[in-house]
């Protein structure tokens, strides 16, 4: 089993940046894929970002597309969301999340394991 822990959300002006973390304990993170998803007020949990075990695939969804960056560091059992040009629409809990499937998911019944979630917020 593996815990996770997101942090750096925080209060930002449109067209900033910001770069949220996820720190794992528990177990070794590269034996996951990762992921990254995100709820507004009111809405569906949905999925943002996600990146293989390796790190070599990676995947988005067409709203960040361009913007974000996912990433990880299996030594230092990390993984980031790097966000860029952030708009007042991606405002939302952010919520990591592992995965013990083989391939990249995007759904969120593949992944058994969530952080608490960390506050982005985006002010235009």
């Known amino acids: 089993q593996v815990q996770l822990v997101e942090s750096g959300g925080r209060l930002v002006q449109a067209g900033d940046s910001l770069r949220l973390s996820c720190a794992a304990s528990?177990?070794?993170?590269?034996?996951?894929?990762m992921g990254w998803f995100r709820q507004a007020p009111g809405k569906e949990r949905d999925f943002v970002a996600a990146?293989?075990?390796?790190?070599?695939?990676?995947r988005y969804a067409d709203s960040v597309k361009g913007r974000f960056t996912i990433s990880r560091d299996n030594a230092k059992n990390t993984v980031y969301l790097q966000m860029n040009s952030l708009k007042p629409e991606d405002t939302a809990i952010y919520y990591c999340?592992?995965?013990?499937?083989?391939?990249?998911?995007?759904?969120?019944?593949?992944?058994?394991?969530w952080g608490q979630g960390t506050q982005v917020t985006v002010s235009s």
């Open positions: 990146i293989s075990r390796s790190g070599g695939s990676t």
């Open positions: 528990g177990r070794t993170l590269s034996t996951y894929a």
């Open positions: 999340a592992a995965s013990k499937t083989a391939v990249i998911a995007t759904s969120r019944r593949n992944y058994e394991y």
